[in-house]
């Protein structure tokens, strides 16, 4: 898992607890009716938006989102260049023992059709088929918690007019109106922290996520049909390499002077 | 019927109405002329925008939209592949008497025109053309959709500014002045309820529905130019089920293992 | 004219004026330098934003597109096919007789230039410039509607600052207050009506009209070019007929059947 | 200059003027560290967001494009019409004494690369790269006045939340809250003052102006290239024709029947 | 570095510490822990949406966006021509000598792969991926300061919220709500300071700074492409001017007249 997110999330969140303490009553922030209004509403809507079977997957797809990190490009390269190597030297069918090693799925797929001597063009067909699905996927995701971001502060203004509409109904004891003020706002509070705290960031991040994923399988992919075809291993890397970002290309080329 | 929809479209008006009677007085968020002005002006406004024709087809084309479901994809599929075979094993002219059980008018249109013996361009075309009236369907549905989420939040912006003019104009009797500005906050409330509890999860759900239809259609397109060119069915299968989203396809290809 | 217009447009306003006079005294919404301010305002820089030629030009594009009406589809497609049949029977030249009982001077030109006898691509190209310039003169009346749109909301709010500046540098007599913020609103109140009952919807109504007045065209178009290159009227009739919306074309089905 | 914009300007500036002097007291808006800040900021930020060369260069291109006016569509096919006269009657080198009655530099450039015997294409892509840097300069001066448009109400509003954190921090002479807060709403009125009556309306102005220059510009580098591949000056007309608006066409069409 | 940046930047925040002090009490906007927050949450929630070598390299991007300053595009195109010629004069492999002196790498990085004589394409392949990976930086920079420009006024307004919670839970001491709201306005109006005197000018300079990187780059990519071919430095000259804007382009075609 990436620190960064950690740092992040847990960064974010004590914040906001801590601006909550520091008014001096953490409880004048809790107010049941209203948490349940604004999480359910904006949970039961998502469910009206998207089919069930989306908005159930969704929730595997943004934890995996988060939580999953695939190993460093550069590494994903050497491999695959190590691959190149041994399937020059022992032939392509060699590759068959390796790859009780490699535990990336998307990598075993591609290098068992091409030791199956599979056609090259139903190799890239099936592996790009796969990043579009990939694509739809964190799309799908990224749809779903933009979803939750706009409805959430929408549900979260609704509890607040429901609010002000009883308390203004019934201006009888002057002495509950800044109460009851206070509890109509903080519908529009927790609208407003499950948006920008939760759902707004994670949308953000499966956007990336997403890029990074397709940057990845795209790797494979061209090393995959390299291995096949039986390039050289030094014009794998040189091929594979001209998907590093700039920064890493530059380390790299330091390195090698 | 979508079961997702239902618990979607329910839990969202049971926590809203839940959240109504928690104020103890659930008439106070009841004023039948603000319900008139708002409900009816974003409906009048509609026939402002839309022609007629579109207002009254988009009630019909919502509700389909909304309850009506496509067979699951991978029945689809099988249903594909076992019409491919018997064309195979008796002749497309086979299919003729086999169509009298299909229930999905598209895929009897697609089946007839092969069994007549039309011309696979033609075929194509007539098809193609029905899923491009499918779409623009579904994306007038939700433009209307789209235009009832955006002009009942205005309308109820309206009512709000209509009331606080009456209030304010008389401030003889200072008693009514909070029961004044909780009328004058009713309209919108109810413009933010119909945006957020109706219009616009419908509008998402009809985009979402409309590329269902059209991965829907596309496989019927795909299966009916196989089965007319006399393709293997095992062929047929392989072509179609690069379709499917990535978890269904693991799921079978973990069965077929 | 569209009767679903009228009902729209009458409809949204009899519904905003029985608000109004619910308040019991109408007279409290009419603050005579008010509407001049966001009137004048918002039209003076409806000339600021455009060139006179157009703003002079719209009211006529405006007034056109809610008013005029198109001969349905249907029976362009009837007429069209008629003209076909009268060209394949009695030569192309005998539409030149035919056409003083057309009225719609886009179908005169086209079979007109058909009769002369002028080039088909020099034909299609006079034509289709023609559908460009209404494409764009829609474009122009729809960017001047969502001017219009933009600016009166904006100086609505301009005039309440003005008026609560007012107010507010004079509180000597707290009983002028709520006048004052009475009056103050009602910038901001008729403002958003100009823009939600009068210049948006128009807008709307503005770019659907555009794509209708382009199906009709293309539909005249492709008429012309079929009856100029001595098509079968079945012919005509088939490709013409691809332009019709799923529910007329099933409608037609059905009657053929 | 169009005097539509000089009615647009003026009308505007002029309502807005009268609206504050209805109040009875224009001093009441007048607060001079409110103006400074409102519009320095907005003006600094300007410089903050872009190279300082282009906000020098943009004031003089907003100018050109407020005031300056090509001249007449179909005064400019006229001449080139004659242009393409002379050249078809004596010879395209005549045009070089011709060459001292234009004033528009961009016409004098192009005849003069035709009547120097340059390379068509070469005169076509000098031209056209011209064309292309009118729309980028247009382009940058539309980003520099919608930034203004957007940072203008931001400011003002950063004025009004200091203004009114300074009123309430001292809210010990109850008699100052009413001023203290006219003040405070002062620099939001600014801020939506000077966007929506200088920088959106100068911007949207700023996108026509920008595309009735490529108009303009295109009709000079078709009809230069007519006259450099020696067109029948008829055909030139009918070439250029194509470009006017409909309404023109029409309004000739009708002279000329 | 731009000395309009620097007025720009300087010049918002004179203007806005000018405004503070205006109020009379300069701590009255100042409290520590609004600022925590509302920095604090603004600053980790991007972490929680950016990986975190992006957050770090980001910095880095920024400062240079913001200091860095190429070369004037016109000194570039004479240095290249100069390289023209000389390559011309004395054979490409003089360059090699003359590569001492020049301080840009990425011109070294071109002219050293021609001196070297590498394949045209494969120069222009490295170096346009490397005008891509700085697009792709650039634009990876701006996402990440448009993520400040809307999360710092959301976690202001979150701010906001949860201080008129706690003056509204209480109201105990009337005289503390005047102070109780001036402090809450304060988180507001730091996210709005946060986005639009820091965040959003600076992401519009990336956009900004991005293009003129790339046309920097693009006529260095030209000039190294032409003096590989050994074109002539005349031709060289033409080629690169082409790429001028406008108006520097006419300053140089009047001196050369």
């Known amino acids: 898992m990436d620190l960064g997110i950690l740092f992040g999330f847990l960064g974010t969140w004590v914040l906001l607890g801590w601006a909550l303490m520091a008014g001096g009553n953490v409880f004048a922030y809790v107010d049941v009716p209203s948490i349940i209004l604004v999480l359910g509403a904006s949970i039961t809507v998502v469910f009206f938006c998207f089919p069930a079977g989306n908005v159930k997957r969704i929730i595997s ?83 779903l918690y933009d979803a939750l971001g706009k409805y959430a502060p929408a549900f979260g203004m609704i509890g607040t007019l429901v609010g002000l509409v009883a308390m203004l109904s019934d201006l009888s004891d002057p002495s509950q109106i800044g109460a009851g ?25 499966l956007a990336l996520r997403s890029s990074e994923e397709v940057l990845y399988k795209t790797i494979v992919i061209k090393g995959v049909m390299s291995i096949q075809s039986g390039d050289n291993p030094r014009v794998v890397e040189q091929k594979l390499r001209t998907y590093l970002p700039p920064s890493k290309a530059a380390a790299e080329a330091k390195e090698a002077a």
Chains 1, 2, 3, 4, 5 share one sequence.
């Open 61 to 143: 797809v943004g934890k995996k989102a988060l939580f999953h990190k695939n190993r460093p490009v550069e590494q994903l390269i050497a491999d695959l260049v190590s691959y190149a190597e041994l399937a020059r030297r022992d032939g392509i069918l060699s590759l068959e023992s390796a790859m009780a090693d490699i535990d990336d799925p998307f990598v075993v797929r591609g290098i068992q059709m091409a030791v199956d001597g599979s056609d090259p063009e139903l190799i890239e067909s099936v592996l790009n088929s796969e990043v579009e699905n990939t694509v739809e996927r964190h799309e799908v995701g990224k749809a």
């Open 181 to 205: 003020m206070a509890v109509a706002l903080l519908t529009t509070l927790y609208g407003a922290v499950v948006a920008n705290a939760i759902a707004l960031p994670v949308a953000d991040r």
